[in-house]
């Protein structure tokens, strides 16, 4: 496709979206993104923006309007309108992985389909059901919300009977509103993610596979690449491909994997770049963005992508002073990426750091030693 006057037009235009447009002008793309916070990250980037909201069916018609092909930043957009849409505009991901990615529930069984393990699972929708739930996997379990639930929000963790009112209080909150789902806790030895891309050619290709080490839910550092048992990758390789080409979905699919032993399980999918694909910008020779754009455009996709060994932490509002002590030290090869969002918040994500070249065991040595 000749990329002269294209226009790649994002819903979504938070710290990934702002990234991505980064790498879509890099490529000679034109950029349009909607999103309802007036202070989005990316709307000083890109080339032009909508500030209204994501479920607005104009306002998602008139990004699709003023774009040649269409991509999300965000798995909480309507997938009921992107579904409408894409009858009519390029959205080449579709409302699918939307539709899935959402609710905890469909995602777990449809990676059940493709004979992926997860954690034990029921859904959940009243006391009935927690019990029986709880008798069949033991203790501890985990209480979810289906949807709306990111950063380890929405969870209640059962260890023991003393837990049973409080998970009976967290069913009467959400479940008036829809089904819950109860899981068995996996005592897992680490956290990895992959991310991998299908392009409209069909080529298709994964950045190295990375482990996570979050904090109280949220992601906190990402070591680059995993160091895994040939068994352990094997598995998880084969895991991610099957999911996207048995499932039919193009563009881009993160996944999270508990790994215990030889053992993995699936967690949690998301179509879109994701937090622990940052440190590919400085770390591999196309980063997430790069290849998500090289994806939508049918372009072929290398088969297999070096990278160079990293640690990236994250930037929580709450870590602020981290990067003020980073940038006093005045390190080589260290990238610190601020988004430049206007309310700082404990928790919120403002920023992340790039370690390239060190292992985890140096970034305890030098920068960091309890994480
Ligand atoms: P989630 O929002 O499902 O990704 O959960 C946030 C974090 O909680 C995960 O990254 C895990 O560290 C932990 N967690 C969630 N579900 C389980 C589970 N079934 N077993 C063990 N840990 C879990």
Known sequence: MSLVNKTLGIIGAGQLGMMLTEAAKKKGLKTIVLDPNPFSPAFRVADDYINRSFSDLDAVIELCERSDIVTYEFENVDDEIISEVSEKYCIPQGNKPLYYSKNRLREKR????????????????????????LKQFGYPCILKTTEDGYDGKGQFLIHSEEDLPGAYEFINIHCMLMECILEKVVPFDFEVSTISFRSLDDSFTMLPIVRNIHQNGILNITIAPASLSLIQEKKIKEASRAFMEQNNFYGIMTIEFFVLGDDIYFNEMAPRPHNSGHYSIEACPYSQYDLLIMSLLGEKLPEKIEVTPCIMKNILGKNMWFVEKIKKMNLKDVYIHMYNKKDVMPNRKMGHITFLGYDLETYKNNIEKDI
């Open 110 to 133: 449809l990676a059940n389909t493709c004979h992926i393990p997860t954690a034990p699972f029921q859904s959940v929708r009243r006391k009935e059901d927690l019990i029986k739930g």
